[in-house]
């Protein structure tokens, strides 16, 4: 074997152990593993919205994590993440005001400026497309359609 050869090998190899090293866990770390409903009332009490209650702050915060209750469910078809995520949901829309305008949205204080209020337009769309991506695995999934029915009147009130 040539030098040339043993030396890129060596580079070669170096990289992908270090890595190995660094992104397998130890046989002996414990797996966290967090339960449906630990996972809502984690988020639904998260500490940043204390200090961001309201507009698109508060959406920023609250769309952290948002997806997990549709793909937990996903890899496990336990609908009890589905149920924690409309626990989450529905503190979402309780956040909602109403605008000068008439419509609901998650409004709050201007960025710039605390003294004015505004629509939290990117906001609403971050919190809506979380909660459109849980509606569409219900619509499509006819195993599901008890939550369709559930949903259904405070929706059309």
């Given amino acids: 074997m040539t030098t040339q050869l043993r030396i890129f ?18 046989q ?3 797996l966290v593993r967090i339960t449906p409903k630990a996972l809502s009332a984690n988020m639904i009490n998260n500490p940043a919205f204390a200090e961001n209650a309201k507009g698109e702050n508060f959406c920023w915060h609250a769309r952290v994590g948002m ?10 078809g336990d609908t009890a993440w589905l149920d924690a995520g409309i626990a ?3 503190f979402l829309i309780s956040r909602m005001d ?3 305008d008439g419509y609901s949205g998650w409004i709050g204080p201007y960025a710039y400026d605390e003294r004015y209020w505004q629509d939290a337009l990117v906001g609403d769309a971050i919190l809506m497309t979380g ?3 849980f509606c569409v695995l219900i619509l499509e999934n006819d ?3 008890k939550y369709t029915a559930a949903r259904q ?5």
Avoid at 153 to 157: D, G, H, Q, V, Y
């Fill in 88 to 90: 989450y949901y529905d």
């Fill in 9 to 26: 090998i060596l580079l070669f190899s170096l990289p992908v152990l270090l890595c190995t090293a660094i992104f397998v866990p130890a």
């Fill in 153 to 157: 009147a405070p929706m059309l009130k």
């Fill in 98 to 100: 109403t605008d000068p």
């Fill in 28 to 30: 002996n770390s414990p």
């Fill in 143 to 145: 195993s599901l359609k």
């Fill in 67 to 76: 997806d997990q209750y549709v793909e937990n469910f996903e890899l496990t």
């Fill in 131 to 133: 909660i459109l991506d």
